[in-house]
């Protein structure tokens, strides 16, 4: 049984722990946050302890530490836990800065733990289903990828996300998803060129990134938190042997509408597509890993890069649009 | 009065869509074609019953109002020309031309001709554009601080692969209708342009097929513009052209060719879409044929169509030196 603390009691930090309390080799220990009715309510939740004291996140009894706080806070965390010999799961971004990567790459590998980035999109199926297709020749050689990814602003008002230093807006917190899936879909990135108008936080941020590879293909990643609407992702890769698309809208197996009991409401729509959840394979994927000793598929060089390209983004981006070379 | 409007060349395939606009518009009279490719000018005469003429001159001398010219790009200029020389106003295929000179050339021949120059660019009268225009005029989206834009097909073949006669390749074709948009949305110039643009489809082409443009306009919007011929050549449509503008009061998004529908034939095993709705040629060539008739100013101009074209020889100058560009061009 590996017992699972959580750094950070916060949306995702909840998330995870429940995904952990589905899994049966893992058992939700203790709820570590700054602020202490987080901890206290999500703790109370899983049936867990809650603490407020950073130590007890090392104590003997931890095997596993998800680190789930503001990102800022990643590196720290996770070179503390890893120095403490705990395995980590960190959500995504692993670090604010390459700087801050690099840390954490070395206190990883010096102390010979297990850690595994959240970029959940590898579990999706239809992006990994996307990236069998192209890895096995099936739209040829790839030239443009055109990626999409539609959010209202995340969190309430005053909400760390909208602090750019903080969470480096929808590029650095949001894109960095479709980054990792671009990097491991086509290999290493040679430039990136980027606008946006992360100054507009709140109540928007947006971006249009352009990355070239490599391979010579050329890749377009779009990121809005500007929008009004449901979350939803797109993709298109295009090859010299075709064409790959998918748009989520319309993708749903179910949609179920509510007539909501109050008047003046407008009926709910929620369209969904319902199966294992991502989160969960995820989740379960690095538990199998910890238990056979074996090094996740999203390795922390993996993660590494992801933040190199988004932190190259968003200098293009800081700077008006400019060529950044990786 | 009819006003009486001939074509010159069907190299271009848009020749048939504005041919087949003659012959609807009521107020025009569709009074004949000339070719260089005869026996292509004879064929059309035929399938749009009307004239073909033996030599240009005697098209230009025919009494018209105004003349449609849909030759390959680089031929734009000798024809646009000629009208001029005849004093006879110009509907002139996109892009302009070629090159700045060349473009410049043909508005001030036009100019000293008192011949109207215009340019086609029929994504000005979708109506949804209209609709998108009028809402952002209202300032219903407040200030427009990003426009994500596509303009994506297949690979036109043909001339459009000859870097002579058209100039370049997919970002030659496809930069120009959707910087025209943002020109009018914006009310603003574009004052930088930043381009990865490659031969990718295709390896046996010596002209680009792959284009991903980065915009920045004087008055701070950003924004992208994929010019790809990144459709394979079975796609069930010819393309595409999209906009996604954001924004501070709010966002909307254009797309101007989906309305459709699905069609699945026995016959080829194909799946095609049958698009419906209005044909923004009709705008186009009712709007040219009026102003020809009339002597009311064209609604496009020369200058657009240079403004726009600009952009693309911007993104070429980009890829070549792997840097942002400034524009206009030096």
Redesign the interface.
């Given at each position: 049984m590996l017992k699972v603390a959580i750094c950070g009691a916060g949306g995702l930090g909840a998330s995870h722990a429940d995904n952990f309390q589905h899994i049966p080799e893992t058992e939700v220990a203790l709820v570590y946050d700054v602020i202490e009715e987080a901890a206290d309510a999500l703790a109370e939740t899983v049936g867990a302890a809650a603490t407020t004291d950073e130590t007890k996140l090392y104590a003997e009894d931890i095997d596993l530490i998800c680190v789930t706080t503001p990102t800022p806070f990643h590196a720290q965390y996770v070179i503390e836990a890893a120095e403490a010999g705990k395995h980590i799961l960190c959500e995504k971004p692993m670090a604010r800065t390459v700087e801050q990567g690099r840390k954490v790459l070395e206190a990883v590998e010096k102390a010979g733990v297990t850690m595994m980035v959240g970029h959940v999109v590898r579990f999706f199926p239809e992006y990994a289903a996307a990236r069998e297709l192209v890895q096995s020749g099936a739209i040829g050689?790839?030239?443009?990828v055109?990626t999409t990814r539609i959010n209202t602003l995340p969190g309430p008002e005053g909400s760390w996300f909208h602090n750019y230093e903080m969470s480096g807006g929808v590029t650095f917190d949001m894109v960095i998803h479709d980054f990792d899936w671009l990097l491991w879909t086509f290999g290493p990135a040679e430039?990136v060129?980027?606008?946006?108008?992360p100054d507009?936080m709140p109540?928007?941020d947006?971006?249009?990134t352009?990355i070239?590879f490599e391979s010579?293909?050329?890749a377009?990643a779009?990121g809005?938190w500007?929008?009004?609407g449901l979350f939803r992702t797109e993709f298109e890769i295009?090859?010299?042997g075709?064409?790959i698309k998918h748009d989520s809208t319309g993708m749903a197996t179910l949609t179920v509408q509510k007539r909501e009991q109050q008047a003046g409401l407008a009926a709910v729509q929620v369209p969904e597509s319902p199966g294992k959840s991502p989160y969960l394979i995820e989740d379960e994927h690095l538990v199998q890993c910890i238990l056979e000793g074996k090094q996740p598929d999203i390795t922390p060089q993996d993660a590494q890069d992801a933040v190199a390209l988004a932190a190259a983004a968003c200098e293009s981006i800081e700077a008006?649009?400019?060529?950044v070379n990786l | 009065m009819a006003s009486r409007i001939g074509i010159i060349s069907f190299a271009h395939l848009h020749a048939h869509s504005y041919a087949t606009r003659c012959n609807e518009i009521e107020d025009i009279e569709f009074v004949g074609i000339w070719d260089d490719d005869a026996e292509r000018g004879k064929e059309a005469a035929k399938t749009y019953e009307t004239e073909f003429f033996a030599s240009r001159d005697a098209l230009l001398d025919a009494g018209l109002d105004g003349v449609i010219v849909t030759t390959e790009n680089a031929r734009h200029k000798e024809n646009v020309l000629a009208a001029a020389e005849a004093g006879v106003d110009v509907l002139c295929e996109k892009p302009i031309s070629v090159s700045v000179p060349d473009a410049q050339e043909m508005i001030d021949a036009c100019s000293k001709a008192k011949v109207q120059l215009m340019i086609s660019f029929p994504c000005r009268y979708s109506p949804a554009f209209g609709r998108a225009l009028e809402t952002v005029r209202a300032g219903e989206l407040g200030e427009i601080?990003?426009i994500?834009g596509t303009n994506r097909g297949r690979n036109p073949g043909g001339w459009f692969n000859d870097l002579e006669l058209a100039g370049g390749g997919a970002v030659m074709d496809h930069t120009v209708h959707v910087v025209d948009l943002m020109r009018v949305l914006l009310e603003d110039e574009p004052c930088?342009v930043?381009a990865?643009i490659?031969t990718?489809?295709?390896?046996d082409l010596e002209c680009d097929?792959?284009g991903?443009l980065?915009i920045?306009f004087e008055g701070g919007c950003?924004?992208?513009l994929?010019a790809?011929w990144?459709?394979?050549p079975h796609?069930p449509i010819w393309g595409d052209a999209t906009m996604?503008v954001?924004g501070?009061g709010?966002?909307c998004w254009v797309d101007l060719f989906v309305e459709h529908l699905d069609i699945y034939r026995n016959e080829d095993s194909s799946y095609v879409w049958g698009p419906y709705g209005y044909n923004t040629d009709t705008g186009v060539v009712r709007d040219f044929a009026r102003c020809a008739e009339s002597g009311e100013p064209v609604p496009i101009t020369g200058y657009d169509g240079l403004k726009a074209m600009e952009v693309a020889l911007g993104a070429y100058e980009s890829a070549r030196t792997?840097?942002?560009v400034a524009l206009p061009l030096a």
């Open positions: 050689e790839v030239g443009m055109r430039r060129y980027a606008v946006g108008v507009h109540p928007l947006y971006s249009l352009t070239r010579g293909a050329i377009h779009e809005s500007a929008d009004l295009a090859g010299s075709g064409l008006g649009g400019k060529v | 601080l990003c994500k930088k930043y990865e490659d990718m489809f295709n390896p097929d792959a991903l980065t920045s950003v924004s992208t994929d790809s990144s459709r394979p796609y996604c954001i501070t709010g966002n792997g840097q942002p």
